[in-house]
């Protein structure tokens, strides 16, 4: 009788212990999904700032290129008379407004990069559960035998 005992018990335990897992996994399941729901929530207004960064980068260097496109203009109009200054003027301020649309354009564009959008936190806390679920995986094999 003693011997008929020892079967449910240990049968009742791996239940209970295959029980709580499944809760733990459910559990587990929800967690990341939420964060990983937070973190595209960031990564995607991120993206948005880089966005509106390179449309400001790109309206700036449509001022300096009308800008450049005037400065052509006054050269073409001064090839006759000899005064020069209106279009070296316009010139250069083309030039200054196109260097900075340009560098305003990079740093869009850096935001934008792949890495910066990868949800790296929910990579590590999945790789953290991956481990520790294959080290309660090793305990419970440990326990049935």
């Known amino acids: ?74 050269l073409l109009n001064e090839v006759l008379p000899p005064d020069t200054t209106p279009w070296l003027s316009a010139l250069i301020v083309g030039v200054v407004v196109t260097i900075i649309g340009v560098m305003m354009l990079k740093a869009g564009q850096k935001k934008l990069q792949a890495r910066n959008l990868m949800p790296s936190r929910t990579m590590h806390s999945l790789q953290s559960d991956k481990t520790t679920a294959q080290q309660h995986r090793h305990n419970v094999k440990e326990e049935l035998k």
Do not use: C, W, Y
Request: net charge negative; aromatic share 2%; hydrophobic share 50%.
């Open 1 to 74: 009788m003693d011997s008929d005992n020892k079967p449910t018990s240990q049968s009742s335990s791996v239940g209970s212990l295959l029980s709580t897992v499944m809760q733990e996994i459910s559990s587990l399941v929800r967690n990341e999904a939420a964060l990983a729901k937070t973190e595209m929530t960031e990564k995607t207004h991120q993206a948005m700032g880089a966005i509106a960064s390179i449309a400001m980068a790109g309206a700036v260097l449509l001022g300096g290129f009308l800008t450049l496109l005037a400065a052509l203009v006054f």
